[in-house]
């Protein structure tokens, strides 16, 4: 799994192996934020009426929302790397190799994957799949070793004509071959890979990955024949902005409970009303005090409230002009007054702000693993001046001037996306107080990932969405396009490269002592902290509002539930 992105949410897709979050216990549902405020300590993994498929009703559309259509439908790839392609719709559409338990343990999906076997031969892993004979691409081809060979051959990184969305996992592998059968994939990496899972949650069919013109383009609207899930898209409506998927008479595995399952795009103000209205069924990713009470005055809404992977944060562009220095970028932070920000997000909302500030780049408070690296970066208005003048730039009335220029900041504001509105405008107060010029760029969120990709931003703000593979996807967003490259990974939207974080990127990925791993990716942090790649603000709590008799759906940390079995019970 990819970390990913998306915009209303502000929110991109990372994945690590069976780390628990916080030590929560599961809950199933109800409105667990009366009394004292969520805590990253206190909120559960999991709130999803979990309910047996003889418990919930044949038929029924389940109307959900997304932030855009997507524009490409493959989610291997840099552009479509969306939350609301790859966390939403992919769940019904698509191949989703693994469950993910309560506490963030991958288990083979039945459906696709039969069974599992490693090995580790001459230093070398060895993953054997035995694949689930049935499964089938919707155009009725039998998914097989080919399937993987080609999706590895795309995601490799070898041929830079493919964009895909990472190489993490990717790249540590030699072959992708069959074993005694066609439905058997012997997988070799170059030494271990303990994350092996995370890269193999989906697989592509070779058809759509043969070529870096079809990878990259060939997606543009979806084809049904490239799918193989649970449902299948029947309409993309462009005027209503809904797109529509079905029960999939071509499904191998249990037959869905529903019938239809809706996406609507809407923006978060527009979802929490249609809710409450009784227009749509689910209003998630609750940002605001406004959308929580809004949604809340339905009658039968039940708020499922669970620990969530989003983190907002600053993105900083390494290479604009003013931003170049690390000695500015690192002053600009310590000007950052980042607990105002949180306590400003979450005004009204049921959460203690304080508790979910983040002090690093992979691993959620309360997670095994966690250390907050932030100490060198705390808000110090007094420290960030001596820097700027230190680096140069010298107080000339309300401004920092150098070499005749002023030092200004252009941050690309989502138009529509409170958070972003919100982060911006109190930036541009901080940055008042060191004297530091703020320009906020009106950005339409549509146009977020193009802006991102043109790298045409000094200093964005938007949400990474984990997965349960916190160590898996350092290279994505932090390091070069593989392995001795001098190009960034496509999503290492910073364009920052530092020697210290590609020689740990190769330790983490192939250490197999999960505590070493822990060490070395807490070395990588210190050095992304200190590089000022991307600034860390607070980890989200998951809101997520449905009427009280939907199963099997809601709002969890790790948790997956297959499309098949969610619904409304009896």
């Known amino acids: 799994m990819r970390k990913t992105l998306t915009t209303a949410v502000a929110a991109l897709a990372v994945g690590s192996l069976a780390l628990s979050g916080c030590g929560q216990k599961n809950q199933s549902g109800g409105d667990q934020n009366k009394g004292d405020k969520t805590t990253s300590a206190s909120a559960p993994l999991a709130a999803l009426n979990i309910k047996p498929r003889d418990q919930i009703k044949d038929g029924g559309t389940l109307r959900l929302t997304i932030t855009m259509l997507p524009t490409g439908w493959n989610p291997m790839q840099v552009d479509n790397n969306t939350v609301d392609l790859n966390a939403i719709i992919w769940q019904f559409i698509g191949v989703n190799n693994f469950d993910i338990t309560e506490d963030g343990t991958p288990k083979p999906n039945p459906n696709y994957i039969k069974s599992v076997k490693v090995d580790t031969k001459g230093g070398k892993q060895v993953v054997t799949l035995h694949l689930n004979p049935k499964a089938k691409w919707n155009s009725g081809r039998t998914i097989d070793y080919t399937d993987y060979q080609a999706t590895w051959k795309s995601s490799n990184g070898e ?14 592998i030699s072959s992708v ?47 049904s024949d490239w799918f193989a899930g649970p449902f299948v898209p029947t309409k993309v ?5 809904t797109l529509t998927v079905k029960r999939n008479d071509k499904w191998w595995g249990d037959k869905s409970k529903l019938d239809t399952v809706t996406f609507k795009a809407m923006e978060d103000a527009a979802k929490t009303k249609a809710f409450a209205n009784k227009e749509i069924d689910v209003a ?5 005090k406004d959308g929580y009470e809004t949604a809340k005055k339905r009658d039968d809404a039940d708020m ?6 989003q983190w907002r944060h600053f993105t900083f562009n390494a290479k604009s ?18 607990p105002a920000i949180a306590r400003s997000d979450l005004a009204g909302l049921p959460v203690q702000a304080d508790s979910v500030m983040l002090g690093n780049h992979f691993f959620m408070p309360g997670q095994s693993g966690y250390k907050d690296n932030s100490e060198d970066f705390t808000y110090d208005t007094k420290a960030a001046e001596k820097q700027l003048d230190e680096a140069g730039w010298k107080k000339q009335g309300d401004y920092r001037v150098k070499d005749g220029k002023t030092l200004t900041v252009n941050y690309a504001q989502l138009t529509g996306v409170p958070t972003s509105e919100n982060e911006g405008a109190l930036f541009k107060q901080d940055m008042a107080k060191i004297g530091v010029k703020v320009n906020l760029v009106n950005t339409p969120s549509s146009d977020m990932q193009k802006v ?62 999960v505590s070493k791993r822990r060490e070395l990716a807490n070395q990588a942090d210190k050095t992304i902290w200190d590089d000022v790649m991307t600034l860390p603000l607070y980890r989200r709590m998951s809101f997520t509002a449905v009427p009280k008799n939907l199963a099997n759906f809601g709002a969890s940390t790790f948790q997956t539930v297959r ?6 019970q009896k």
């Open 177 to 223: 071959e069959k074993g005694d059968k066609d439905t058997d994939v012997v997988i070799t990496y170059k030494t271990t890979y303990p994350d092996w899972t995370a890269s193999w949650s989906n697989v592509l069919p070779k058809e759509g990955v043969s070529d870096p013109d079809t990878f990259n383009s060939g997606w543009k609207k979806p084809n």
């Open 563 to 568: 499309a098949e079995d969610i619904g409304f």
């Open 237 to 241: 409506d462009q005027a209503s902005n």
């Open 159 to 172: 041929n830079d004509k493919f964009l895909p969305s990472t190489t993490d996992g990717f790249n540590q």
């Open 284 to 288: 998630d990713t609750i940002i605001t």
């Open 304 to 309: 499922r409230a669970a620990g969530s992977l």
């Open 452 to 513: 991102l990709t043109n790298h045409s931003f000094d200093v964005i703000a938007f949400t990474w969405q984990g997965t349960a593979y916190p160590m898996a996807n350092v290279r994505q967003i932090y390091g070069a396009a593989a392995e001795g490259s001098k190009q960034p990974s496509q999503s290492n939207y910073s364009q920052l490269l530092d020697p210290k974080v590609e020689k740990l990127i190769s330790k983490i990925g192939t250490e197999s002592d």
């Open 321 to 338: 002009a003013n931003l170049s220095d690390k000695n500015v970028r690192q002053a600009i932070v310590k000007g950052i007054n980042r």
